[in-house]
């Protein structure tokens, strides 16, 4: 094909890394064409995802506050009812919102886009399946893949996302299951075990670890979750396999054993939540057209520019290496596109955060203890509770830690740990500092506005080179 017939940039997927990239190369004035099948833009993160996941959180923690956190804040309410039709259109109703704003989005910054299947037919062309038939061929000189990623499948235990689940499933069941037993106690399971939880289910949570949180979290962090957690209604089953499951019409059995020392035991449930991690998903691309290859674990190898062995096709998000979080996806989508237009992009990696939506949140960047151990650096701790927080202590909502760890001699920050409340947000503090290359003195002297719940950020820098004040 001749150049005038192929465009600047087509982007395989419409999720966040796939429909930033194509924002971004609309912004640069490149030719930019973005083919999503799913029939809606936004990905996993906006249709299956991140939204609707925080959708319920949200709602399902204003009524579980509601049902038993009032009287004692003088506030009286009678009869508390659970109307999950409803709360399920409220989450609806968000993603719908978001979705159709990234396809205004789209037509603000002219990128076009193709509802549809793509599979590469040669290093320049992608054919098409559009999902209200027929085919179409794309040409373009350079390629982004974003395909994302799809639920890791538990061997044995088949899903029907009705009663045996991934996120999919546990974001739209229709009724509250009295029984639910969730594999995996990573993220997903935390966050969506927490929702059904709150709304009457008694959950199980079978994690093969010996302890909760999933990759990346501090272990002093993760078993104040699992403390407060627990307290909140949800048990735990650490150091344990799930060997295999039984379904009946009326029930799901798991066996599951000790991952050392072997004791048995069987698990009832209604809904089984699996939840044991995500893998790439690149299936139906037509790689083997083009010579490309994934690796073990099915991600796509590229380089530090998210280039393949074939330079103008490059490969960001979820379907390659590093964490699969949509925040990471979307700083990898903004620099693949600097790449291609100006030859230069960033991202650091060692300042990207994490979050879990339970309550209290938890969130942190940079590394966690037990790595900076691992690492020989010589650091220290500061800590602060939220117990001694102003701000907490009023909200009636102070349970958690501020945990900041810094280079014994340099005393540059290299990681910050939070369990509290608003974790989440107060982490942005944290990377930004860490981004900077902050030590916890420039935070410990930095002004926070009182009486906020960021004053137990500053306090736990403070502690971490000197006293913190109200500790
Ligand atoms: P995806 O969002 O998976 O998008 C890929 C898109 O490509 C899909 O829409 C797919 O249909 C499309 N596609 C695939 N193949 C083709 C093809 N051949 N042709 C056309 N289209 C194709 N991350 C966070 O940061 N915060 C959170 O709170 C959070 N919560 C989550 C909750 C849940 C329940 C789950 C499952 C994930 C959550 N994540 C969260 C992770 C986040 O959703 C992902 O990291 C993010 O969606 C990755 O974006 P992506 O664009 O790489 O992939
Ligand atoms: P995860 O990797 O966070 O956790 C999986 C957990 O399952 C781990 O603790 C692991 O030890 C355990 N596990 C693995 N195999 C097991 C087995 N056979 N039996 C019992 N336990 C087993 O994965 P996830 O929770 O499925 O989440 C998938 C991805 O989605 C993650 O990368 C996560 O970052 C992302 N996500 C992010 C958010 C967020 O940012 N708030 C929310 C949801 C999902």
Redesign the pocket.
Known sequence: ASEAEQDDLVIIGGGVAGYVAAIKAGQEGMKVTCIEKRGTLGGTCLNV??IP?KALLNNSHLYHQIRHDTKNRGIEVGDVKLNLGQMMKAKDTAVSGLTKGIEFLFKKNNVRYIKGTAAFADEHTVKVNLSEGGEETVMGKNFIIATGSE??P?KGLEIDEKRIVT?TGAIALEKVPEKMIV???????L?MGSVWSRLGAKVTV????GQ????GMDNEIAKAAQKILKKQGIDFKLN???MGGDVTSDKISLQVEAAKGGKEETLDADVVLV????RPYTAGLGLENIGLETDDKGRLVIDSEYRTKLPHIRVIGDCTFG???AHKAEEEAVAAVEYIQKGHGHVNYGAIP????THPEVAWVGQNEQEVKESGVKYKVGTFPFSANSRAKTNMDSEGMVKMIADEETDRILGIHIIGPNAGELIAEGTLAIEYGASSEDVGRTSHAHPTLSEAFKEAAMATYGKAIHY
């Open positions: 995802g991140c996941s639920a890791t538990f996120s594999i995996g106690g990573g993220i997903i399971g966050e079978v994690e093969f670890l909760i949180g999933g990759p344990t396999k799930v939840a044991i991690g995500r964490p699969m979080l994490s979050v879990m939506y």
